[in-house]
């Protein structure tokens, strides 16, 4: 038999999607799963969005410039500079989604053996895009008893070699929820000049910052002019995840001109997703302001609901939509299936996202899980519940 190859093997499945044959398996028995493994809002897609692509006269669906088109991209630019970043068209290619915007990304800057340093824990799918570029993630690790602050300075100094590329950070944060200070920016922007590697923001939960914080992009930091990489997305910000638009932001010109070969490999983001995300941008500050007051109060809700079980630790969140909880079990990997293959409540469950994919160093995040608070406040208070009622029947 052919065989498959060693990248094709270390390839992690997803820790969010890895059980989604047993949550159909439990719905097929008629029980009903409270999602919370996912970030797939249920805020309603701006209607602008929807009519753009609705009632639209294209006659022949054509391929789309590689890199988006130009309109698209300085409309894209005008939003930028309303967040105090300025950047031009030409600073900006077009992607099919984050997930390929982080993909030329790592493409452009780095060859087979080089190294990431990332803090943990940290969206899942970056080990699977290092792996697919032959690329070695290094962790560097946050607590959840300090709300996975950024790890001292000192930390990333001790990883830093010749092969280390780039830091590569989420803010705010998937799965923590962490919004990391202007402060901590600028003690990054201090290590990447120091050692002339990049730092690449994934700042797709940008307009999800809770508690009077705001967002600090590295891309509105003199001086990192350079250094700085930003990926970004239409999928949480305007709750689009299937349109699959995003784009990488760099006012590096030589970085820029090595991604767009690789945007030309793939020929074009979708033609229609494009005319979405392009109307999307004339969506009214009111939509996020209602988004933000919704999300804060689910946050609310779902903080005070879990910190009523005894043995849970939660972190607080200050912006995206997840949270890291901290539970009294050996394999949250184990707890989880067991979620949904042998408990229920009068025919409910819940479904979380063990937080072990979330972390590469062998070991962590074993008893810790990931939750999405993208459910409406009611069906929270009662995912919290049927965790609760969970922990006091399970056995490790």
Not at 17 to 22: E, I, Q, S, T
Not at 296 to 317: C, F, H, S, Y
Request: aromatic share 10%; net charge negative; hydrophobic share 40%.
């Amino acid at each position: 038999m052919p065989k498959i190859s060693k990248k094709g093997i270390l390839m992690p499945s997803s820790p969010i999607r890895k059980l989604v044959p047993f949550a159909e398996d439990a719905k097929k028995r008629g029980v009903n799963v409270y999602h919370l493994n996912i970030g797939q809002p249920d805020i309603k897609t701006p209607q602008v969005a929807l009519d753009a692509v609705k009632n639209n006269t294209i006659t022949t669906l054509a391929y789309a410039r590689s890199e988006g088109s130009e309109e698209y991209r300085t409309k894209l630019a005008n939003y930028y500079k309303k967040n105090n970043i300025i950047v031009s068209a030409s600073d900006i290619i077009a992607t099919t989604g984050g997930s390929e915007a982080l993909i030329f990304s790592i493409g452009s800057i780095t060859d087979p053996g080089d190294e990431i340093i990332i803090p943990e824990p940290f969206y899942a799918n970056y080990n699977g895009f290092s792996i697919s570029s032959g690329v070695t993630v290094v962790p560097v690790i946050s607590s959840i008893d300090t709300n996975f602050a950024l790890p001292k300075i000192e930390e990333f100094e001790k990883l830093i070699t010749n092969k280390t590329k780039a830091i590569l950070i989420c803010n705010p944060g998937n799965p923590t929820g962490y919004l990391y200070s202007k402060e901590e920016i600028e003690k990054l922007k201090q290590i990447v000049l120091k050692h002339d590697i990049y730092l690449i923001a994934d700042e797709v939960y940008r307009e999800f910052t809770y508690d009077g914080l705001e967002h600090t992009s590295i891309l509105s930091i003199d001086g990192l002019e350079q250094n700085a990489i930003v990926i970004d997305s239409v999928s949480k910000r305007y709750s689009m995840c299937g349109a699959r638009i995003g784009c990488v932001v760099s006012k590096n010109k030589q970085f820029i001109q090595t991604a767009i070969k690789f945007a030309q490999a793939r020929l074009s983001p979708p033609t229609y997703a494009l005319i979405a995300s392009e109307a999307a941008l004339e969506t009214p500050q009111s939509y996020f302001d209602d988004v933000k007051e919704e999300y804060v109060a689910r946050r609310n809700t779902l903080i005070t609901e879990l910190q009523k079980i005894d043995g849970v630790k939660v972190a607080n969140p200050k912006g995206a939509f997840y949270c890291v909880a901290e539970l009294p079990v050996k394999d949250s990997d184990v707890f989880a299936q067991w979620l949904l293959e042998e408990f229920n409540v009068d025919n409910e469950t819940v479904m979380v996202a063990p937080a072990s994919g979330f972390y590469s160093t062998e070991g962590e995040g074993k008893n810790q899980i990931r939750m999405a608070y993208v459910l409406n406040k009611e069906d929270l208070i009662k995912s919290v519940f049927l965790l609760g009622e969970a922990l006091k029947v399970y056995k490790d």
